[in-house]
């Protein structure tokens, strides 16, 4: 009863959570003002100002349960139970994707740009696929206590997450210059949704790894304290399988005439 409510008292008492919160906030107002005022200097300020709180927070936060925190085990069930209504939303996506292909089957061969790269997209995949193995290898050797061979694999991990995320936005960029925009056709818009959201996915799981690395560097985690690691090793293994839904969706079902 007393160890419930320390832990109590200390959730009660985190200050990381306001930051946390406030770099929402300013990145929402960072968008706000590049876009909607037509102030790209104010967007870039308070960007800035939210990646500086983010970074702040997230760090205080880790550290502050690595060093005050119970280690309760229930970070696998928490990321199942949020990959549960994570599969509802992509489902959702798909289902809008697939009936957008079929009411409009006539028109849609005529939506497909010339330069979609279906070797692009396995390159893509190959890369996360790798990625899951190097996530796999950091978890074991954090579980065994080779904390250096731990470091490599997450930064391997991070690397290759990375490329997937910056070849994917230059894929975007090369499409957009070709007419395929945002709004130009049904299929367009499904597949910068489908392809944006999973992204979005990669991203977040990026910053995890960030974390995730910073933990282990500094200590702070030990071999028998890897809930977080194993929570983090689920999470990226759900944005490499889901990828293969949203390839083979955006890419072959709505692709191939």
């Known amino acids: 009863m007393a160890q419930a409510a320390v832990h ?19 990145a929402a107002l960072a968008l706000t003002a590049h876009f909607a005022w037509q102030m790209p ?88 696929w790798a990625s899951s193995g190097t996530i796999i290898m950091a978890e ?21 997450g990375l490329l997937f995320v910056v070849l994917h936005m230059n894929e975007w960029a090369h499409l957009a210059a070709g007419g395929f925009k945002l709004g130009s056709s049904i299929y367009a818009t499904t597949f910068y949704s489908l392809t944006g959201v999973h992204t979005s996915h990669v991203v977040i799981g990026l910053l995890m790894q960030i974390v995730l690395f910073g933990v282990v560097a500094t200590r702070l985690m030990t071999p028998q304290r890897v809930t977080f690691f194993r929570a983090s090793s689920i999470y990226w293994h759900f944005v490499d399988i889901m990828w293969l839904m949203v390839a083979s969706n955006a890419y072959l079902v709505g692709g191939l005439r």
């Open 8 to 26: 109590h008292g200390e959730h009660e008492t985190s200050v990381w959570p306001l930051s946390t919160g406030l770099a929402v906030l300013f």
């Open 41 to 128: 200097l104010l967007g870039l300020v308070l960007g800035g100002g939210a990646a500086a709180l983010l970074a702040v927070g997230i760090g205080g936060w880790a550290r502050e349960f690595f060093t005050k925190g119970t280690e309760e085990g229930v970070g696998p069930i928490a990321v199942g139970a949020f990959i549960a209504s994570e599969v509802i939303i992509f489902g959702t996506m798909f289902v809008a994707f697939w009936m957008g292909r079929i009411v409009y089957a006539e028109q849609w061969s005529a939506w497909i740009p010339s330069n979609l790269n279906l070797v692009l997209a396995l390159w893509l995949t190959l890369i996360l």
């Open 140 to 160: 074991r050797a954090m579980e065994r206590g080779d904390r250096s061979a731990s470091l490599g694999w997450i930064g391997a991990t991070f690397v290759l």
